[in-house]
């Protein structure tokens, strides 16, 4: 039986594309890829969903692989560049097929599978584009993509015959709606709707992550969480501030806490909590504290009390509204 490794996000496309290969009677082995920046299927803001599921509802086995840190290089440095936000796409791509690529050839698998469409997405699905993805991640002529292969070249398991190319499909664009038709063929009633991408194509977010990378050499795995919690802010000298929204943001914000930052809050009065990472002066630590107090119930006081984790405090005057601009990435 032939063998194949399947790239599954867990949306509607890649999960068509894995069933199809599977209903010609090849041995479909899903992976889905665990990446920072939320495109993870634990997440429920990523352009991923969790793939299990549809896994266990087929009977196909799935493996997750994780990007972590080599994805956090890409995102800096992209060959390819950025889309519009700091999403690299077209590196990710390669990326993913090239971590795909090892698998098949660990499992001896003959070809692997993705559920793209040629001109769904601006950047990394146009013909051109998926031929130099190919090429860069060594797997050139060994990526079938059966939801559009009848407007692509046939691929080496379509020509060595281990694919029926006639029971593959030419759906091309942005409609959904062939893809909704076939879902219902495959009896496939639950499927998220579809994503515009990680959380790198969001505008906010990536302006947040660009100051980020440009005042830090080396980011890890808290930065980036952190830069997702409440209220972020940048010091003059670098400093990096974030003052939480609600609750769930100051829990977020105390558990990924690092050596060396200071936590403040305004005492006896509902206050958010307020992060400093990489305090450069006793000034960084005042400008959170005005930060945080602006965002109380007493933000209209002239002087208002401070208080940090380890007890000192600091008398500060709440900014204003037309202030805390300044301060954001
Ligand atoms: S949106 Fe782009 S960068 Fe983000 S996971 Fe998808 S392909 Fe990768």
Request: aromatic letters at 6%; a positive charge; one cysteine or more.
């Given at each position: 039986m032939s063998k194949a490794i399947s790239l599954l996000s867990g949306g509607l496309d890649s999960t068509l594309a894995t069933l199809v290969v599977q209903r010609l009677g090849i041995d479909v082995t899903a992976v889905s890829f665990m990446m920072p920046f939320g495109c993870d299927t634990s997440d429920r803001s990523s352009c991923s969903r969790n793939a299990l599921p549809v896994a266990t509802q087929f009977g196909f086995s799935l493996k997750l692989c994780n990007l972590g840190e080599t994805f956090l290089d890409i995102v800096r440095f992209p060959r390819h560049g950025h889309?519009?936000?700091?999403?690299?796409?077209?590196?990710?791509r390669i990326l993913m097929l090239r971590e795909a690529r090892k698998l098949m050839e660990m499992t001896g698998a003959d070809f692997l599978v993705t559920g793209e469409v040629v001109?769904?997405?601006?950047?990394?699905?146009?013909?051109?584009?998926?031929?130099?993805?190919?090429?860069?991640?060594?797997?050139?002529?060994?990526?079938?993509?059966?939801?559009?292969?009848l407007n692509l070249a046939p691929t080496l398991p379509e020509t060595k015959g281990l694919v029926d190319r006639r029971r593959l499909y030419g759906f091309s664009g942005?409609?959904?709606?062939?893809?909704?038709?076939?879902?219902?063929?495959?009896?496939?009633?639950?499927?998220?709707?579809?994503?515009?991408?990680?959380?790198?194509t969001d505008p906010l977010y990536s302006q947040a992550l660009k100051k980020l990378l440009?005042?830090?050499?080396?980011?890890?795995?808290?930065?980036?969480?952190l830069l997702r919690?409440?209220?972020?802010?940048?010091?003059?000298?670098?400093?990096?501030?974030?003052?939480?929204?609600n609750r769930t943001d100051n829990e977020i914000i105390r558990n990924l806490r690092k050596p060396g930052d200071v936590l403040l809050q305004v005492p006896n009065v509902g206050s958010p909590l307020a992060l400093v990472r990489d305090p450069r002066s006793s000034e960084d630590i005042r400008l959170a504290g005005a930060l945080c107090a602006r965002y109380t119930r007493r933000h209209g006081e002239a002087r208002v009390m401070v208080e940090t984790e380890s007890?000192?405090?600091?008398?500060?005057?709440?900014?204003?509204?037309e202030e805390v601009e300044r301060f954001r990435p």
């Open positions: 889309g519009k936000n700091m999403n690299p796409c077209i590196d990710c001109g769904q997405r601006p950047m990394s699905q146009k013909k051109n584009t998926l031929r130099m993805i190919e090429k860069e991640a060594g797997v050139k002529d060994l990526v079938l993509r059966p939801l559009c292969a942005r409609s959904r709606r062939p893809q909704m038709d076939l879902a219902k063929e495959f009896g496939l009633e639950e499927y998220p709707a579809p994503a515009g991408g990680c959380l790198l440009k005042a830090r050499d080396s980011v890890d795995y808290y930065d980036i969480q919690a409440g209220r972020q802010f940048w010091a003059e000298s670098n400093a990096w501030i974030v003052v939480g929204r007890g000192e405090t600091l008398e500060v005057t709440p900014l204003k509204p």
